[in-house]
């Protein structure tokens, strides 16, 4: 037995009996051990910027940073503590008859929708911290919060992408409505909810967490006995991403009056700014009157109070400071927001606004530009069912790297570390589209070139198997990049562009064909298609809601595609009721949905990550263009791929099918080849 040959070697839906053992580069050997694996932190020790990694070097590790492995004490001793507590008979756990009938009903063998095991465990050592043993780790993690979460009390669940964290939101919120409504002056549970997201998207997606939606989660997963529904319902729950908590300007005021109304007063920008308690009513009104908040956080790992003068940003290079930059606004509005709702909703008394913030997220990690090395893992973590343990699972599919062409398959090492090659050939650009310009795409580096081709061709085939067993579906194919002139160039590559030839009146604007024939959006006749099969992605202007110009101008033949088709479906005035963010995000949120505006979409481009939340099944293929600086990265690009097609038990082994994602330049897979 091997772990490329049989990955999956547990159930999804009961405790891990068996893991790999993991060699000295974390990659898993062909040992099987019985019991389940310790939670172990990877902790990164950042190397000399010059350092130069060995090219056939794959493992755990990111560019630029060793790893040592160091174990999760204050997990594992709350994971042994929860397992003997959940080994009790029922009448000992010491809950509420409310939450002994929740458990049993999401642990039931006669489900016919039956929920994973890490999404039991996440909810169940809540359950024990909150409703068990309140006290008993209460101090622990006050410490851990008391730097990067002042004024905030947050308990963190490490899940896997794919694992279901919506699922588990859904259980969360019964559990605290259900009690709530039972014990209307219980301090401990409930019934007001606030749950943040990174973006638009995810938050749009998460609307099956309100009891009203016509396919609301309770209901479709069954996650609440049709008796408590009524309690559910009376729930208040707001959902809203982070950038809702920026203040707003109140006057409609031009610059020079600003300046003038203000004189010289230092916060003078602050005199044309909502309050925060205007900020509170219009994210949250239906909270306006509430306390005791319970706040769940959505990919958690952007939420956190920066270290103030302690990270060693020297060693950044400008591209790298400048997403340093964007890491830190961003978690300062959204950590801000929350101590925000958390004062106004408190009113200055003894009970809090927030009574608790849940974190959720796969990668529950500081980012760059917080203070903290990179990568290190959020001290308040809880419970943790890695990626690793996912894969054994068989919950999500197994990244791999793709068995090339024997013509190319020397150049596996170099594609391995794609980036690191390029930026070394100076192959790539440093600045984004507005500094840079346009760039030729006949002078796309070869390597580059060849690592796209081979990719491509291993797409070829997984195509060729799809069709022939008949799937309604085509697989897709992405390219995350460094910036906005290396996707645009990468997107032109693919997808086609046009190209002006001779000046003034001889001048003469020709087609040109993309170079992978099944991702052009350029017949093979020199047309531009009516239906795109490629769509470059700008994912964090896509979920601020706010596109640039430069943007909107690179985009603008998709954006009038999808507009002529909308039109085409549902009448003239559907295209014009949305905004050209609404637009790409609905043609991204359909991606591999037959009939759908993304429907035909094959490839995405993006210029740094693709969006968190996008919940695409079908993505088959990975290219990583971008620096690795931390596994977490690493892992962030590649969960874009790893949600399985198919749930479907094999009926001879009882467990799931393995399915695979074939990656490329993202230096963090577990399978060397596949």
Same mark, same amino acid.
């Given at each position: 037995m091997s772990f490329k040959d049989t990955p999956i070697i547990c159930s999804p839906y009961e405790r891990p009996g068996h893991h790999y053992a993991l060699d000295d580069q974390g990659q898993p050997t062909g040992e099987k051990l019985a019991g389940r694996r310790e939670s172990t932190y990877l902790v990164p020790v950042p190397l000399p910027r010059r350092r130069v990694r060995a090219q056939a070097e794959l493992g755990l590790e990111a560019e630029g940073e060793k790893s040592k492995v160091s174990e999760n004490h204050l997990i594992n001793e709350i994971r042994q503590q929860v397992e003997r507590w959940r080994d009790l008979a029922p009448g000992q756990w010491g809950v509420?008859?409310?939450?002994?009938?929740?458990?049993?009903?999401?642990?039931?063998?006669?489900?016919?929708?039956?929920?994973?095991?890490?999404?039991?465990?996440?909810?169940?050592?809540?359950?024990?911290?909150?409703?068990?043993?309140?006290?008993?780790?209460?101090?622990?993690?006050?410490?851990?919060?008391?730097?990067?979460?002042?004024?905030?009390?947050?308990?963190?669940?490490?899940?896997?992408?794919?694992?279901?964290?919506?699922?588990?939101?859904?259980?969360?919120?019964?559990?605290?409505?259900?009690?709530?409504?039972?014990?209307?002056?219980?301090?401990?549970?409930?019934?007001?909810?606030?749950?943040?997201?990174?973006?638009?998207?995810?938050?749009?997606?998460?609307?099956?967490?309100?009891?009203?939606?016509?396919?609301?989660?309770?209901?479709?997963?069954?996650?609440?006995?049709?008796?408590?529904?009524?309690?559910?319902?009376? /729930?208040?729950?707001?959902?809203?991403?982070?950038?809702? =908590?920026?203040?707003? &300007?109140?006057? #409609?005021?031009? *610059? %020079?009056? !600003?300046?003038?109304?203000?004189?010289?007063?230092?916060?003078?920008?602050?005199?044309?700014?909502?309050?925060?308690?205007?900020?509170?009513?219009?994210?949250?009104?239906?909270?306006?009157?509430?306390?005791?908040?319970?706040?769940?956080?959505?990919?958690?790992?952007?939420?956190?109070?920066?270290?103030?003068?302690?990270?060693?940003?020297?060693?950044?290079?400008?591209?790298?400071?400048?997403?340093?930059?964007?890491?830190?606004?961003?978690?300062?509005?959204?950590?801000?927001?929350?101590?925000?709702?958390?004062?106004?909703?408190?009113?200055?008394?003894?009970?809090?606004?927030?009574? /608790?913030?849940?974190?959720?997220?796969?990668?529950?990690? =500081?980012?760059?530009? &917080?203070?903290? #090395?990179?990568? *290190? %893992?959020? !001290?308040?973590?809880?419970?943790?069912?890695?990626?690793?343990?996912?894969?054994?699972?068989?919950?999500?599919?197994?990244?791999?790297?793709?068995?090339?062409?024997?013509?190319?398959?020397?150049?596996?090492?170099?594609?391995?570390?794609?980036?690191?090659?390029?930026?070394?050939?100076?192959?790539?650009?440093?600045?984004?589209?507005?500094?840079?310009?346009?760039?030729?795409?006949?002078?796309?580096?070869?390597?580059?070139?060849?690592?796209?081709?081979?990719?491509y061709g291993h797409y070829q085939g997984e195509m060729a198997r799809w069709k022939a067993a008949g799937l309604d579906r085509e697989p897709v194919f992405i390219v995350v990049a460094n910036n906005t002139s290396t996707s645009k160039l990468i997107f032109d590559w693919i997808a086609g562009y046009e190209r002006t030839e001779g000046e003034g009146e001889k001048a003469v604007t020709r087609v040109v064909q993309g170079k992978l024939p099944l991702f052009s959006n350029v017949t093979e006749g020199g047309s531009w298609s009516r239906r795109p099969r490629t769509i470059l992605i700008d994912s964090e202007q896509l979920e601020s809601g706010e596109l640039s110009d430069d943007f909107r101008k690179a985009a603008a033949r998709e954006i009038e595609e999808f507009k002529r088709e909308l039109r085409q479906r549902e009448g003239e005035g559907a295209a014009e009721n949305l905004t050209d963010a609404e637009l790409l995000r609905e043609a991204m949120n359909t991606v591999g949905k037959p009939g759908k505006l993304g429907g035909d979409l094959r490839c995405v481009v993006s210029v740094s990550m693709l969006t968190e939340g996008w919940d695409a099944n079908t993505v088959t293929h990975v290219l990583g263009v971008r620096a690795f600086r931390a596994a977490l990265l690493s892992e962030q690009v590649v969960g874009r791929a790893l949600r399985r097609v198919s749930y479907e038990v094999d009926p001879e082994t009882g467990l799931l099918r393995a399915e695979y994602a074939d990656v490329l330049g993202v230096p963090y897979i577990f399978a060397t080849e596949g």
């Open positions: 509420t008859p409310e939450t002994q009938r929740l458990l049993l009903h999401w642990k039931s063998p006669e489900r016919e929708r039956k929920l994973f095991f890490c999404q039991r465990e996440a909810v169940e050592t809540l359950i024990y911290l909150t409703e068990v043993e309140p006290k008993r780790f209460r101090k622990e993690l006050e410490v851990a919060n008391a730097e990067a979460n002042p004024e905030l009390f947050r308990m963190a669940c490490k899940m896997a992408t794919g694992s279901g964290k919506t699922t588990v939101m859904g259980m969360l919120i019964a559990w605290h409505a259900i009690n709530k409504a039972r014990r209307p002056g219980s301090k401990t549970y409930s019934d007001a909810f606030l749950v943040v997201t990174p973006g638009i998207t995810i938050r749009d997606r998460l609307r099956v967490l309100l009891p009203q939606d016509t396919n609301n989660i309770y209901q479709a997963l069954d996650l609440v006995p049709p008796d408590l529904m009524d309690a559910v319902k009376k /729930a208040k729950i707001v959902i809203t991403n982070f950038h809702a =908590f920026q203040l707003r &300007s109140v006057e #409609d005021v031009s *610059t %020079l009056n !600003k300046q003038i109304l203000a004189g010289r007063e230092r916060d003078s920008k602050k005199m044309f700014l909502e309050t925060e308690g205007e900020m509170v009513a219009r994210v949250a009104p239906e909270l306006m009157n509430r306390r005791n908040l319970i706040v769940m956080n959505d990919e958690a790992h952007h939420c956190y109070q920066e270290r103030i003068g302690v990270a060693d940003e020297e060693k950044l290079d400008a591209e790298e400071k400048e997403e340093a930059d964007r890491n830190r606004k961003a978690a300062r509005v959204w950590i801000n927001g929350l101590k925000t709702f958390n004062r106004v909703l408190g009113r200055g008394s003894r009970d809090t606004g927030i009574a /608790a913030v849940y974190d959720l997220s796969a990668t529950p990690f =500081f980012l760059r530009g &917080s203070g903290y #090395d990179e990568g *290190t %893992l959020f !001290k308040w973590v809880v419970s943790d069912f890695s990626l690793l343990d996912a894969i054994e699972s068989g919950i999500v599919k197994v990244p791999r790297l793709p068995v090339l062409d024997d013509s190319i398959s020397g150049d596996m090492p170099k594609f391995r570390q794609l980036y690191d090659h390029l930026r070394e050939a100076k192959a790539l650009p440093r600045k984004g589209v507005r500094k840079q310009g346009a760039m030729d795409p006949e002078l796309l580096h070869p390597l580059l070139e060849g690592a796209l081709r081979a990719l």
